[in-house]
């Protein structure tokens, strides 16, 4: 069931992206690999369109679903 809706995903899809990126771009790329790992969580959610904090927390920011 989709928990995740509208702008909440597009900020979830660009900042798991950005996160991603981070660890390909720039000088200190071994020290920011963590954050490529954690990046994957928002871009997974937003692109699925569900979070497991939202269903813990009931918190639900589509329309529908």
Known sequence: MANVGGIDKVVRIVAGAALI???F????????Y???LIG???LVTG???WCPAY????IKTC???
């Open 21 to 23: 990126a981070l660890t």
């Open 25 to 32: 771009v720039g000088p200190f790329t071994a020290t920011l």
């Open 34 to 36: 963590p954050w490529g």
């Open 40 to 42: 994957i969580v928002p």
């Open 47 to 49: 692109l699925i369109g």
């Open 55 to 58: 269903s813990i927390f009931g």
């Open 63 to 65: 329309k529908s679903g």
